[in-house]
Nanobody, 120 residues
Framework: QVQLVESGGGLVQPGGSLRLSCTAS????????MGWYRQAPGKQRELVAR???????NYADSVKGRFTISRDNAKNTVYLQMNSLKPEDTAVYLC??????????????WGRGTQVTVSS
C-alpha cells in the first residue's frame, strides 16, 4: 500500500504565495511521474502541474509563470510553489503519483487533498 500526504494549504490573500508538499510512503519500488491536480466546487478535476523522474515539467496554461513544481526523489516528495495567487486558484489541491510497487506493476495513487483558498 502507498500513501500520499499533502500539506501546506491554507487561506491567502490575492497576490500571495503558498508552498504545497506531498510525500509518498509505503511499499514503493520507484516513483515515476508526480503531479498536482485541483478541483473547485462544481468543476472537474484538472491538472495543474506534473514532473517526471528526469525533471521534465508541464503546466496548465492558467498557472504558467506563477507556479513551479519540483521534486526531491530522495524524500519521495513533490512540491508546488504557488506565487501571485488569484481567487480563481481556490480549490482542493490533490497530489498524484505513478508508483511502481515491486513486481506488481505501476499504479496511480492519490492524496486526500489540501484546501487552498485565495480571498481578501
Amino acid at each position: 500500500q502507498v500513501q500520499l500526504v499533502e500539506s501546506g494549504g491554507g487561506l491567502v490573500q490575492p497576490g500571495g504565495s503558498l508552498r504545497l508538499s506531498c510525500t509518498a510512503s509505503g511499499s514503493i519500488f520507484s516513483i515515476n511521474a508526480m503531479g498536482w491536480y485541483r478541483q473547485a466546487p462544481g468543476k472537474q478535476r484538472e491538472l495543474v502541474a506534473r514532473v517526471t523522474t528526469t525533471g521534465s515539467t508541464n503546466y496548465a496554461d492558467s498557472v504558467k509563470g506563477r507556479f513551479t513544481i519540483s521534486r526531491d526523489n530522495a524524500k519521495n516528495t513533490v512540491y508546488l510553489q504557488m506565487n501571485s495567487l488569484k481567487p480563481e486558484d481556490t480549490a482542493v489541491y490533490l497530489c498524484n503519483a505513478a508508483v511502481t510497487v515491486g513486481a506488481s506493476g505501476s499504479y496511480g495513487f492519490w492524496g486526500r487533498g489540501t484546501q487552498v483558498t485565495v480571498s481578501s
